[in-house]
């Protein structure tokens, strides 16, 4: 079936700009993650849904990050005034909790460029 | 805090030798997860391997195999017979697998693993 899919692939702003990065994860997973994952490390939580409510959101970095997950599948990270420091590649998983593993399925990333 | 150390940023392999990536963890949670993703230069994370610190046996998958030692919190992922294919990221990550967890994923630094014809 079909993967993870996150849209656009690359996004390239200006400081100060507005920037919405889709997901669209696994038919049928109810728990979807974002990450961010900056140049040569490893990824950083930032929000975790369980169907349509946002479930824990302590990793977003301050309140120009907002995510939503309205019909509890399709989820939308919103950055606004982006900084140069927001620069990152914006990683998206879904996964099944009633599956044995609960392993996440990752998409390929948006990656961010603030200019 | 949880917290994932991997001390090797970058490995030089030959072709069809074994190879371990060393993974440590820090936890006081006495449920959790280990899990090995690699990253290709593609970028997608690719999940590889899974041990749960309950289970008494090492987990394997394919050519992959993870040495956990629980007393040690130490959780390395062996690949035998590297391939060229191999050469990519490896991550190891954490999880937390009590009730109401959010399941979210603790991350290591990643290791770069450059194997050589």
């Known amino acids: 079936g079909a993967g993870v899919s996150q849209t656009p692939s690359n996004k390239v702003t200006e400081k100060g700009k507005y920037v919405e990065l889709r997901c669209d994860p696994i038919?049928?997973?109810?728990?979807l993650y974002w990450y961010r994952q900056s140049l040569g490390q490893g990824p950083e939580f930032l929000i975790y849904?369980?169907?349509?409510?946002?479930?824990?959101d302590s990793g977003l970095p301050n309140d120009r990050f907002f995510a939503v997950r309205p019909e509890g599948s399709v989820s939308t990270l919103k950055i606004q005034r982006t900084e140069r420091g927001d620069s990152a590649v914006y990683l998206c998983?879904?996964?099944?909790?009633?599956?044995?593993?609960?392993?996440?399925?990752f998409g390929p990333g948006t990656r961010l460029t603030v200019l | 805090a949880q917290k994932i150390t991997q001390t090797q940023p970058g490995m030089f392999v030959q072709e069809k030798e074994a190879v371990t990536l060393d993974c440590t963890y820090d936890?006081?949670?006495?449920?959790?997860?280990l899990f090995w993703y690699k990253q290709p230069s593609s970028g997608e994370m690719i999940f590889l391997i899974y041990?749960?610190?309950?289970d008494e046996q090492n987990a394997t998958e394919g050519r992959y195999s993870l040495n956990f030692q629980k007393a040690r919190k130490s959780a390395n992922l062996v690949i035998s017979a590297s391939q060229l294919g191999d050469s990519a990221m490896y991550f190891c990550?954490?999880?937390?697998?009590?009730?109401?967890?959010?399941?979210?994923?603790?991350w290591g630094a990643g290791t770069k693993l450059i194997i050589k014809p």
């Open positions: 998983a879904s996964s099944d909790p009633g599956q044995p593993l609960n392993e996440q399925f």
């Open positions: 038919s049928g997973h109810t728990a």
């Open positions: 849904f369980q169907g349509t409510g946002a479930a824990d």
């Open positions: 936890t006081s949670d006495q449920s959790y997860g």
């Open positions: 041990q749960g610190s309950y």
């Open positions: 990550a954490m999880r937390e697998d009590y009730m109401d967890s959010n399941y979210q994923l603790i």
